[in-house]
C-alpha cells in the first residue's frame, strides 16, 4: 500500500489543523494505522493510531484530549484532527500502516508516507 499525507502547514498556538492519509494499492481497510511525528534532533514518536476495524483507538498522553484519529474506508483514507496546537506539536507527521498487536512502537510499521510539515508558532 502506498501512502500519501497531507494537510500540513504554519499555524498559531491554539488552532487547528486535519492531516489526512491517503491509500493506494493494496486494500486500505485490512491494516491498522498510525500516525507518528518527528520533530528537528528528536526521535520519530508515536502520535496516534485505529485499529483496522475502525474500533479501536490509541493516543499519546501528550495529544489526547486536543487529537482526534478517525478513518475512512471508502475513501482510503485516515485523518488525524489536531485542536489547541501548541509550540510543541511542531514536527514532521507521517503516517503508517501494517497489522499489528502494539500500535506504539514505529518498527512495526510495514508502509509509511513521505511525511507532512505541521509548524506551530507561539
Known amino acids: 500500500v502506498q501512502l500519501q499525507a497531507s494537510g500540513g502547514g504554519l499555524v498559531q498556538a491554539g488552532d487547528s489543523l486535519r492531516l489526512s492519509c491517503a491509500a493506494s494499492g493494496r486494500s486500505f481497510s485490512v491494516y491498522d494505522m498510525g500516525w507518528f511525528r518527528q520533530a528537528p534532533g528528536k526521535e520519530r514518536e508515536f502520535v496516534a493510531a485505529v485499529s483496522q476495524s475502525g474500533a479501536v483507538t490509541d493516543y499519546a498522553a501528550s495529544v489526547e484530549g486536543r487529537f482526534t484519529v478517525s478513518r475512512d474506508d471508502a475513501k482510503s483514507t485516515m485523518y488525524l484532527q489536531m485542536n489547541s496546537l501548541k509550540p510543541e506539536d511542531t514536527a514532521v507527521y507521517y503516517c503508517?500502516?501494517?497489522?499489528?498487536?502494539?500500535?506504539?512502537?514505529?518498527?512495526?510499521?510495514?508502509?509509511w508516507g513521505q511525511g507532512t510539515l505541521v509548524t506551530v508558532s507561539s
Open positions: 503508517a500502516a501494517g497489522r499489528l498487536f502494539y500500535y506504539r512502537n514505529f518498527r512495526d510499521y510495514n508502509y
